[in-house]
C-alpha cells in the first residue's frame, strides 16, 4: 500500500518556486503511479499531476501545464511536483498520492500523504 511523507512547503511570494517531495516507503516509486493534489480553503481537492509507472510518462492539468511539472528519482523512491511561477490562486494544501491512473487522472487512490502547505503572498 505504501505510506507516503511530503516536504517542501512553505510561504513564497508571487513568481517564486518550491519543490515538493513525496518520499515513498513499502513500495516501489517506479511501480505505482504518483499523484498530486491540491486543495484550497473552501474548495475541493483537485488533481494537479501525476506520473505513470514503467514509463514515467506523465500528465499536468491543463491549468498547470507550462508553471508545474512532476518527475521522480527511482534511487530516492521519491516523487516531485515542481513550481514555478506561482500565483496566490496556488495557495492551498499539497497532497501526494499513490495509486492507479488511468487517462486524465488518478482514479484509485491507495494511499495519501498528510499535506505540505503552500501559500503564495503578492
Known amino acids: 500500500r505504501g505510506q507516503l511523507v511530503e516536504s517542501g512547503g512553505g510561504s513564497v511570494q508571487v513568481g517564486g518556486s518550491l519543490r515538493l517531495s513525496c518520499v515513498i516507503s513499502?513500495?516501489?516509486?517506479?511501480?505505482?503511479?504518483m499523484a498530486w493534489f491540491r486543495q484550497a480553503p473552501g474548495k475541493e481537492r483537485e488533481g494537479v499531476a501525476h506520473i505513470y509507472p514503467a514509463t514515467g510518462a506523465t500528465y499536468v492539468t491543463d491549468s498547470l501545464k507550462g508553471r508545474f511539472a512532476i518527475d521522480r528519482d527511482n534511487d530516492k523512491n521519491t516523487a516531485y511536483l515542481q513550481m514555478n511561477s506561482l500565483k496566490p490562486d496556488d495557495t492551498a494544501m499539497y497532497y501526494c498520492?499513490?495509486?492507479?491512473?488511468?487517462?486524465?487522472?488518478?482514479?484509485?487512490?491507495?494511499?495519501w500523504g498528510q499535506g505540505t502547505q503552500v501559500s503564495v503572498s503578492s
Open positions: 498520492a499513490a495509486g492507479v491512473c488511468s487517462g486524465y487522472k488518478m482514479s484509485k487512490v491507495d494511499a
Open positions: 513499502g513500495v516501489r516509486v517506479s511501480h505505482t503511479c
